[in-house]
């Protein structure tokens, strides 16, 4: 199974207070694009800043609005690994 889960578009929420001083803690954000695996861009829903964090440090997160919103899934079947990408729109 894939370790890795970070996708442009998808909701997050930093999880760890030590992230820009703890001014983002609990705050949500919109992963922008991919740097690698496991280190995003996310632009910050309430402040706008850009910040580059890891995937260890957030949390995904499903939106209560009824906006489109980008959900990345990840597969293990019969010992292959598929990757795919799920939009709802409204």
Not at 16 to 38: A, E, L, M, T
Not at 68 to 82: E, K, M, V, W
């Amino acid at each position: 199974m894939l370790d890795y889960w970070l996708a442009p578009g998808i909701l997050v929420k930093v999880l760890n207070k030590r992230v820009g001083d703890g001014q983002f803690y609990k705050q949500n954000g919109i992963v922008q694009r991919v740097i690698d695996k496991y280190v995003g861009e996310v632009r910050m829903l309430k402040s706008g800043a850009v910040l580059q964090v890891d995937q260890e440090q957030l949390q995904t997160v499903v939106p209560i609005s009824f906006q489109p919103i980008s959900l990345s899934l990840s597969l293990s079947l019969i010992r292959t690994q598929h990757s795919s990408s799920v939009v709802f729109l409204n």
